[in-house]
């Protein structure tokens, strides 16, 4: 599976929109890009996945560039409650790694009143 | 509608024990698997299964077997354990295994070996 680059810490207001970076410079054709997080003690908890266009469901926006190397979570409208560790994650579609989830160290995301 | 149950939630146990971690969907997943999560390391696949009757090994399956005789159930054995096992594991499903299928995670059995 690809690697992936996500900044270790960033901050946001509440109620503004949190934008969360992701490089995946080595993504193939075949990888689903997905977003998990995990607030402390929890299980890890699967927030949005793409794997060209861009998506959008309950909980996020998902922005992937057009050459797919990048891409962006947006979490439109922050609470304190979304203070937690965000991974970024690429998923082949089948092959030798079939279900294997490669968590990185991911990126702290404190939500600020 | 449940999800993925993980039971217990904490347990203690001595070096040379043996225990059972349960781990249960009621979704009709197909695929199940069992990662364990320490400080620094992100989350470790132990064992995955892609349906009842089917299961292999992920990257850290010595001194835990697992089986799968239903659909629904996953449990996770510790045959002997051992100091380096505590750990907090985690147990996810999903509908199949490819890319295209989130996995979904219990709560997670946080285990100290003593």
């Known amino acids: 599976d690809a690697k992936t680059t996500q900044p270790p810490s960033m901050d946001c207001a509440e109620g503004r929109a949190a934008n969360l970076p992701c490089n995946h410079s080595?993504?193939?054709?075949?990888?689903?890009v997905y977003w998990y997080r995990q607030i402390h003690s929890q299980g890890p908890q699967y927030i949005i996945h793409g794997l060209k266009n861009n998506e959008t469901n309950e909980m996020a926006s998902l922005i992937i560039t057009e050459d797919r190397k990048s891409s962006t979570l947006i979490l439109p409208h922050a609470t304190l409650r979304d203070t937690a560790v965000y991974y970024c994650i690429v998923r082949v579609a089948s092959g030798t790694s079939y279900g294997k989830l490669t968590f990185g160290q991911g990126t702290i995301l404190t939500v600020h009143p | 509608n449940a999800g993925v149950t993980q039971t217990p939630k904490f347990q203690v146990l001595k070096t040379g024990q043996s225990m059972t971690l349960q781990c249960a969907q009621d979704?009709?997943?197909?695929?199940m698997s069992w990662y364990r999560q320490d400080p620094g390391m992100g989350l470790r696949l132990i064992h995955y299964s892609v349906g009842a009757g089917i299961t292999d090994q992920g990257e850290v399956p010595n001194g835990y077997n697992v089986s799968r005789s239903t659909t629904e159930d996953f449990p996770l054995r510790l045959l002997s354990a051992a100091p380096s096992q505590t750990s907090v594991y985690f147990c996810a499903s999903s509908y199949s295994g490819g890319g295209q299928s989130p996995q979904h995670f219990g709560d997670g059995t946080r285990l100290s070996i003593l």
């Open positions: 979704m009709n997943h197909e695929y």
């Open positions: 080595t993504i193939s054709g075949n990888e689903y």
